[in-house]
């Protein structure tokens, strides 16, 4: 028991309003998987995550729901919500959609894309190189991609590519593994792809794009393989890993 008390270290969210409760949880849950602190098969139980971290089961449940949209963590009604484990032929089978789809909606985005929307895409393009933290990279990383494919107007398209990008959050995760090179090579590659959009370059922005998912797919695809089979743990298992995953900042 004193082991799980000391998931507390999660941090104490406070009450705050609902809305800003419910994004804590999930930043703070998302961070964990991304950085291996709840590592793939972990149990996640909804009385337990919602004492640790000092809120009511609602914002834990909703925030499991939305980590379930994002490919975070399985559901099932046997076993309750657990980490998800990531596989070579998911990652393959979201990859293969992600380029077949990403051409088409970067050719309708480069020459509608607003300076407002590029600007925005520069500002989350700055933060992600001014952060040290992986999972919010990863996280800015997926807005950064949203903001300049979102003028192509082509609703279903966009629906599917956002449902792949929510897959692919841990995988993109995965690709890091810990190199820091990984996300500099991201960062010149947004950097790229804004300059593209800039100059209205539809051919070159549709190369940078092309060219970041394969290099996304390479190495979370040689990650996996490095990797040992993921375990079917439980919470307080990850409990000696919460102190040291963020020292200068909330655990989660």
Known sequence: MAALDGMTAMGDLGVGNARTTHRDVIDRLRRAILIGVLPAGTRLVQADLARRLRVSVTPVREALRDLVGEGLV???PY???TVHSPTLGELEDIYEIRTRLTPPAVQGAVDRATE???AEAEA????MESTSDPAEWVD?????????IAP?????LLEILTRMSDL???YVGVSLGGDIGRRERGDHDHHELVSAYR???VGRAVSVSLKHVADTLDDARAALLRAPAPGRGELGDAVPAIEDANPTGPAL
């Open 116 to 118: 407002s929307e590029l």
């Open 74 to 76: 399985d559901f099932d």
């Open 79 to 81: 076993r309750g919500a």
């Open 140 to 148: 800015l990383n997926r807005r950064f991609h949203a903001v300049l």
């Open 152 to 156: 192509c107007r082509r609703a279903h």
């Open 199 to 201: 100059a209205r370059d």
């Open 124 to 127: 989350l393009g700055a933060a």
């Open 168 to 170: 692919s959050t841990l």
